[in-house]
């Protein structure tokens, strides 16, 4: 802690801002500086008085809808800026009152203290290729909604697939010919069909602009480099990527398992030890991607021609690391199985190795693009 900071916390909403400030040294007062309107012109003017005390300012507010707009403004003027994650936010027990004033005096109050951490903030061209990429998962929740309620539908009125799997060729060509006695259902029918199609092709359009976006974006070597390993896509690297972005950040595999919330939960006391299911906390987006590519290590190990594919271009010691996955992560799930554990467990268990193996290679591309 440095006496020579005026820290300042803000509360930041869609239309204003509650400011609270304090400064370093651990026994002066926090208090409420006002509230203003959220515009940048008229936070520059707050700014500029609190400049006049002669001490630096660092400002501190939590991670929220509004984005990230604020911290670049900040930081683009020079300013210390950190960014919290509201999830880690201590809060008292029995504390019942809760107001945009006291948020933005506990958030001073908290960060002097040296009890909040801050959050990686991606570059803008990262947070670019994330939102494609989050539009293409909010295209496929509307899609299996969508195709939920036209099965429902069919089943109420005693349609029924059974012959093979469900959206294959052979059931949309089934879905074609069906014919309601009555016109309304007919409609009704041909709405949820047309929907299920529309959201199919939204997804394919953004497949394909994600597609042609990487080559140009930055990380696209770090895109390529994950797509050595078996289960690991184009969306599964470039949402890792995206999502993740500057994995440096991480000194070893452990801290990287522990963000993406595959590592166990763990209740101890004394001699007892109770670990429980994984955490979950931090990015669910990189967590689901690596739980669905965890999933091909099902079967034997094998350099198939898509994987080889994959790798043409790549060093020697990243296509290594692959066969080296593939090599203990197909081994561990039939050893898993072995002992008893469910095949969910024994997926999230490769889940949370594979990611130690990106780390990896990750270390690897660092050392080749330096």
Known sequence: MKKNILYIGLDVHKFTIDIAIGEGRANSEV???????????????????????????QFIYEAGPCGYKLYRHLT?????????????????????????????????????????????IPSEEDEAM??????????????????????????????????????SKAHMQWLAGIKFAHIPQQIVFQEYLDTVNECSERIERITGQIRSQVPDWSRAPFVKAYQALRGVSLIVATTVVAEIGDMSRFKNPKELMAY????????????????????KTGNSHVRRVLVEAAWTYKVRPQKSQTILKRQQGLPKSICDISWKAQMRLSTRYWRLLARGKSRQTAITAIARELSAFIWAIDREVQQVTV
């Open 130 to 167: 994330r939102d494609l990429l989050r539009c293409r998962d909010d295209m496929r929740r509307l899609e299996r909604k969508a195709r939920q309620r036209l099965l429902a539908f069919l089943l109420r009125n005693g349609h029924q697939y059974s012959a093979t799997k469900h959206w």
């Open 260 to 279: 993406l919330g595959l590592v166990p939960s763990e209740h101890s006391s004394g001699k007892t030890i109770r670990r429980g299911p994984i955490t």
């Open 31 to 57: 208090r409420s500086y006002g509230k203003i309107d959220h515009r940048f012109g008229v936070l520059d003017k707050v700014i500029g008085k609190l400049q006049s005390k002669g001490l630096e300012l």
């Open 76 to 120: 683009a003027k020079g300013y210390l800026c950190s960014v919290v994650a509201p999830s880690l936010i201590p809060k008292r027990c029995g504390d019942r009152i809760k107001t945009d004033r006291r948020d933005a005096i506990n958030l001073v109050r908290l960060f002097r203290a040296g009890e909040l951490t801050s959050i990686y």
